[in-house]
């Protein structure tokens, strides 16, 4: 089971910006941030996988950018223009095995991370 530790959470206002980060004890070959505020579903924000294909929900496009330096399997999120619906608690997956393409579904990650606090104040 790779470990997961999400960094980089905190209170910003409208348009604001922030970068989460993802530190994993392993290689992941899907890799994936998603969010769930408190009585929702968890749902996928954006996926990277191994060979750097990226996908993202439609309400972050052009404004969320994921990214990973696989020399340390690190996993990032950076956001700007942040709006208040952006306001969840954001938590980063990996699959250890391989992966046919970046993906949102929840289903197709092994291990999460304990997630970090985005606030989003209008």
């Known amino acids: 089971q790779v470990q997961l530790v999400e960094s980089g959470g905190g209170s910003v206002q409208a348009g604001g910006s922030l970068r989460l980060s993802c530190d994993a004890s392993g290689y992941g070959y899907c890799m994936a941030w998603f969010r769930q505020d408190p009585g929702k579903e968890r749902e996928g924000v954006a996926s990277v996988d191994y060979i750097g294909r990226t996908t993202y929900r439609d309400s972050v496009k052009g404004r969320f950018t994921i990214s990973k330096d696989s020399t340390k399997n690190t996993l990032y999120l950076q956001m700007i223009s942040l709006k208040p619906e952006d306001t969840a608690m954001y938590y980063c997956?990996?699959?250890?095995?391989?992966?046919?393409?970046?993906?949102?579904?929840?289903?197709?990650?092994?291990?999460w991370g304990q997630g970090t606090q985005v606030t989003v104040s209008s």
């Open positions: 997956a990996t699959r250890s095995t391989w992966c046919s393409g970046p993906s949102l579904n929840i289903n197709s990650y092994n291990s």
